[in-house]
């Protein structure tokens, strides 16, 4: 699919997303990935969200982590995006309109980023990744989870995201971006992965 129909897929899927069993699924990827975060940043300050969707996991990080002072979500989908602002009203979360691969946030802004099941559709995954290791801050940690596994081969090959799909690649793209060796957490069902990735204490930005 190309980016451009991907992401209108989104627009459109946007009010409905949150529905039925397939809304479920997503809601307990999201609440394990909050879960995974936490536990590698127990008390994280400043959070980014990489393609929030309707902004669920931002949501349940405010309420699980009341350290945080800032709250970002950002997707290509304005859509997607107005429902993560209406419920997130009231908190100090912020979403906006961008890809991974151009974030508007400067340098060392975060010191945790997450993104769920959105990788494999960014068009670029290794200019999001370097991104994301530039947003980041000195010892910060990305948490990346996505479906991450050979049995997945028509996302890797079809996906926008080209083979991001792969955790071999997935890896060599962290790697490439100035990450430390991720490591590899298994998230639900036994496609669902997290890559735990932290950018050296040492800026690489
Ligand atoms: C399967 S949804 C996941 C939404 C949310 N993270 C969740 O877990 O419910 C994938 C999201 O990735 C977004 N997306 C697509 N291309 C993207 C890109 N280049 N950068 C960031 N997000 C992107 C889509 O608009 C969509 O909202």
Redesign the pocket.
């Known amino acids: 699919m190309s980016r451009s129909r ?2 209108d897929a ?1 627009r459109r899927r946007a009010t409905s997303y949150d529905a039925g069993p397939r809304g479920g699924m ?1 809601a307990r ?2 609440s394990r990935t909050a879960t995974l975060a936490l536990d590698t940043v127990p008390r994280p300050s400043r959070v980014l969200d ?5 902004g ?2 931002l949501k349940e990080l405010l309420e699980r982590a009341p350290s945080l002072t800032r709250a970002l979500g ?4 304005s859509e ?1 995006v107005e429902i993560a602002a209406r419920e997130n009203e009231g908190s100090f979360a912020r979403f906006s309109v961008e ?3 151009q974030l508007s946030a400067p340098n060392n802004s975060f010191d945790l980023i997450v993104s ?3 990788f494999s ?3 670029d995954p290794g200019q ?1 990744l370097k991104e994301c290791a530039r947003v980041l801050a000195p010892g910060g940690y990305l948490v990346l989870v996505d479906v991450f596994s050979t049995l997945a081969l028509p996302i890797r090959l079809f996906g926008p995201g080209g083979a991001a799909g792969s955790k071999e690649r997935a890896s060599r793209l962290l790697d490439a971006a100035g990450f430390e060796r991720a490591s590899w957490h298994p998230l639900f069902a036994s496609v669902i992965k997290a890559a735990v990735a932290q950018k050296p204490a040492r800026s690489v930005a």
Do not use: F, K, Q
């Open positions: 991907d992401i989104y997503h990827i999201v990489v393609g929030c969707g309707t669920l996991l950002i997707d290509p989908a997607m890809t991974a691969e769920s099941t959105s559709h960014w068009h999001g």
